[in-house]
T-cell receptor, first 112, second 113 residues
Framework: DSGVTQTPKHLITATGQRVTLRCSPRSGDLSVYWYQQSLDQGLQFLIQYYNGEERAKGNILERFSAQQFPDLHSELNLSSLELGDSALYFC???????????FGPGTRLTVL | AQSVTQLDSQVPVFEEAPVELRCNYSSSVSVYLFWYVQYPNQGLQLLLKYLSGSTLVKGINGFEAEFNKSQTSFHLRKPSVHISDTAEYFCAVSGGNTGKLIFGQGTTLQVKP
């Protein structure tokens, strides 16, 4: 158990819908990262937050957004969902803005 | 820009044999290097990391890796594998002023009895 929690574990929805994925980092970790894992793209970095502020942005679509709240949990919002958004979405946390990251169990999103 | 290449997509090996999973990276800045393991239907678990110091890094479950700056490599080794080592292994690099990880495509280690 990494100490990072993600909810829900599974999510099935339809094209065009909007979903929210939630992540709670390890106690004391200030940085949260979001990654997408798919068969064709592999593991891709989406976005990083550090103590509530956006720190880095990767291959994140404009339909996707994220935020980190004062209690340091983070949410990833995916809207206007397409079939190709079906993937595993991982959250990771680290104590600082760099170094080793601890990954949550992931949320498996299926868009039908 | 940074990139990671894992040279083998699949590595079949018999139980108790040694194994090496190869990883090469490209970066214009100093890097930190990681190996993660993913068991079926699970998240990623850190095996080992290189941040600085000794180029030979020891991790969990008997794995080790050697950072070779001149060859821009960070190969993962284990002298004797077990059936339970069957999993997907990812090499990753980070550097610069963010901690974002750039992953390789992964290597599936298949340990046969």
């Amino acid at each position: 158990d990494s100490g990072v929690t993600q909810t829900p574990k599974h999510l099935i929805t339809a094209t065009g819908q909007r979903v929210t994925l939630r992540c709670s980092p390890r106690s004391g970790d200030l940085s949260v990262y979001w990654y997408q894992q798919s068969l064709d793209q592999g593991l891709q970095f989406l976005i990083q937050y550090y103590n509530g502020e956006e720190r880095a942005k990767g291959n994140i679509l404009e339909r996707f957004s994220a935020q980190q709240f004062p209690d340091l949990h983070s949410e990833l919002n995916l809207s206007s969902l397409e079939l190709g958004d079906s993937a595993l979405y991982f959250c990771a946390s680290s104590a600082s803005g760099w170094g080793e990251q601890f990954f949550g169990p992931g949320t498996r999103l299926t868009v039908l | 820009a940074q990139s990671v290449t894992q040279l083998d997509s699949q590595v079949p090996v018999f139980e108790e044999a040694p194994v090496e999973l190869r990883c090469n990276y490209s970066s214009s800045v100093s890097v930190y290097l990681f190996w993660y393991v993913q068991y079926p239907n699970q998240g990623l678990q850190l095996l080992l990391k290189y941040l600085s110091g000794s180029t030979l890094v020891k991790g969990i479950n008997g794995f080790e890796a050697e950072f070779n700056k001149s060859q821009t490599s960070f190969h993962l080794r284990k002298p004797s594998v077990h059936i339970s080592d069957t999993a997907e292994y990812f090499c990753a690099v980070s550097g610069g002023n963010t901690g974002k990880l750039i992953f390789g495509q992964g290597t599936t280690l298949q340990v046969k009895p």
